[in-house]
């Protein structure tokens, strides 16, 4: 039952997308996923400024051809499917800009882009594949911060820095067994909120 609510939940995110007209979905899913289109982008090497006009080509060619992507639980997930257009559309501004620079600034950026084709873009989907886990990670623990107690909260967040757990109950002024297990409840809630988001969205 779980995996029919599951797989109900994703078929009806991608149905609103589908719908067009529903500005509110837009807007929604530009919230969701630009910055891991952005991530993505900035990941491959690509500077901000070309990496923000990017970006924006991509979420207009998504609102163009999001029909096209078909939902089948067994093969493809969408941000493997953003990860494409992502690809394509650096191609397509790398070789419509390249026309407007001359000189020496030519080769050079002649030679940015060929290192990006060539070692860059054919790892598009390992590449796309780690920034979906920070993207989504990032995502969940905005989303259940505010449900955890303060305390809670900075373990977490000391964890993740790698502090060790002697040294978060001293600067917490707690016992190294709570740390343990406030550790274990918010790992719990972050592993099923990052399940539940991965569902909905990836």
Do not use: C
Request: aromatic share 10%; glycine share 2%.
């Amino acid at each position: 039952m779980v995996e029919e609510n599951q797989y109900q939940t994703r078929v009806t995110l991608l149905a609103k997308l589908k719908k067009t007209e529903n500005d509110e979905a837009w807007l929604e899913f530009e919230d969701i996923y630009r910055g891991f289109i952005l991530s993505l982008i900035l990941r491959m090497g690509i500077n901000r400024d070309d990496a923000e006009d990017i970006s924006q080509a991509v979420l207009t060619k998504v609102w163009q051809k999001i029909e096209d992507f078909e939902y089948n639980q067994n093969k493809g997930k969408f941000h493997n499917w953003l990860a494409a257009m992502t690809r394509n559309t650096v191609k397509d501004f790398f070789r419509t800009k390249k026309n407007f620079i001359t000189g020496r600034d030519s080769v050079e950026y002649q030679e940015h882009y060929h290192d990006i084709e060539e070692h860059v873009l054919p790892d598009i989907e390992n590449l796309a594949r780690e920034e979906w886990v920070l993207h989504i990670t990032n995502l969940a623990w905005d989303n259940i911060k505010d449900d955890i107690y303060e305390t809670k909260r900075e373990v977490f967040k000391m964890v993740s820095r790698e502090v060790p757990n002697k040294d978060i109950a001293k600067q917490l002024g707690i016992s190294e067994a709570s740390v343990r297990v406030y550790k274990a409840e918010v790992f719990e809630k972050m592993r099923k909120e990052i399940t539940r988001l991965n569902q909905e969205l990836g």
